[in-house]
């Protein structure tokens, strides 16, 4: 089983293995909450036990039979004095529901068996509180239809209850989001990493490959001055000699470009910001570059009109900025590259703008664009070379001035680069 395989099913298990205690941890959230709740209800009606033993103790003048013969329970003489006595029953019902660790917010109503609409007493509106809410008790007889009935409701009574479990649901959601915050990182890391590592080893391959062509031609040239040591012709001599010498400038280019960009991740480079002719800089950098390598027509178009166009910029970095914008455009065009270069104020800045005809960049490629070691697909095009570094270090470099740098492409309509620099 290869690697990526083994990585896929160590993320599939652990996603399982995460959403199992995510699960678990909710259900046993819920059983507590159930049992607070039940242990909430258990204390409510032992306080309402309690308010009827106080209200039995206190009616002197109310006496209670049993008729056997009918199995009934009789009023004699009943008054209604403590029933009807608003603040009395306010403070008892206080009393007791402290006594037995109940919320001390509550709305009651004191009422009739055979009269629920029209009670004697009630302390706050409860005529829209489901009866699933509310906590009732006889204070009479239960089986009379004189019998006079209790009902509190506590509109506070989750909110009390999950107060218990606040300190334990606070530490166990903490360490929740931790898991799964630190879960996200780790899987976040290994995919970055292992994606990392493929294009890195694309861009291994295609160094390799790039290494060896010079490296072919300067041990050719080199064979052939050996073999040909009695050949007296400066000519011959001075082909040869160039033709090394350039491929030994290629392999120092190479190094150098490797060399910069190790640089860039360590944060050890530096820029020397100087006042320079942005607008001048970059026609210098685009003729010098065409005069180097143009091998197929390139027509070049400047509508550079911002004001503001003296900036202080590394004038080594801008132009390396330019020149891989350029080179990039040149590379991925057809039979002719078409250009148009052009700039326009900003908001206490510049912005330049890179334009061409060329294959365009399908929106997913746009993603990945200034990523290191990420390079364009190009589908059966394969003269098209590079490391993956250019607009890397075009991104690194911008952002060091403290500009930005964005792009707009559709495929086969050509791409736009959009570089922003302030002005100081």
């Known amino acids: 089983m290869g690697r990526k395989y083994v990585i896929r099913l160590v993320i599939l298990f652990s996603s399982v293995s995460l959403f199992g ?79 037995h660790d109940v919320d001390s917010i509550f709305y009651f109503s004191v009422f009739k068996a055979n009269d629920h609409k029209n009670p004697i007493i009630s302390k706050g509106n409860m005529h829209n509180v489901p009866s699933g809410k509310l906590f009732r008790s ?56 292992k994606k990392l590592s493929e294009l890195k080893n694309d861009f291994i391959n295609n160094m390799t490959h790039e290494l060896k062509t010079p490296i072919a031609t300067i041990s050719m040239a080199s064979e052939v001055l050996l073999k040909n040591r009695t050949d007296n012709s400066n000519d011959r001599v001075g082909q040869y000699s160039k033709v090394i010498y350039e491929e030994n400038q290629r392999l120092k280019a190479l190094v150098e470009r490797v060399l ?62 330019i020149n891989n914008l350029v080179s990039n455009a040149y590379k991925y065009s057809g039979s002719a590259l078409e250009l148009n270069v052009s700039s326009r104020d900003e908001e206490n800045g510049i912005l330049i703008t890179i334009e061409d005809n060329g294959y365009g960049i399908s929106s997913e490629a746009q993603k990945h664009i200034f990523e290191k070691f990420y390079r364009i697909p190009t589908g059966n095009i394969h003269n098209a070379k590079g490391y993956g570094l250019g607009l890397h270090y075009v991104k690194t470099m911008v952002e060091a001035h403290k500009g930005n740098i964005r792009v707009k492409s559709e495929l086969n309509k050509g791409s736009r680069f959009f570089v922003y620099l302030p002005v100081e």
């Open 21 to 99: 205690l995510l699960v678990t941890q909710l259900f046993w959230v819920r059983n507590s909450i159930n049992l607070l709740e039940q242990q909430y209800n258990h204390r409510v009606t032992e306080a309402l036990n309690s308010v009827l033993e106080v209200m039995i103790s206190k009616e002197e003048t109310n006496s209670l039979s049993l008729n056997e013969s009918e199995g009934l329970c009789q009023h004699k003489n009943f008054d209604l004095t403590l029933l009807k006595n608003i603040g009395f029953m306010d403070s008892l019902l206080k009393s007791q529901f402290k006594n």
């Open 138 to 193: 006889s204070l009479t007889c239960p089986w009379n239809t004189l019998s006079y009935n209790l009902e509190v409701y506590f509109p506070e009574k989750q909110k009390f209850s999950l107060l218990d479990l606040s300190l334990w649901f606070v530490l166990s959601s903490v360490f929740v989001l931790i898991v799964i915050g630190s879960f996200a990182y780790i899987i976040y890391v290994v995919i970055k990493q």
């Open 260 to 321: 910069q960009m190790a640089d860039l991740d360590g944060d050890e480079f530096t820029i020397t910001k100087e006042r320079t002719n942005a607008h001048q800089l970059i026609v210098e950098t685009i003729e010098h570059l065409c005069l180097d390598q143009c091998r197929k027509p390139v027509s070049v178009n400047y509508r550079l009109n911002a004001t503001n166009y003296f900036i202080n910029v590394d004038r080594l970095h801008f132009t390396n900025i």
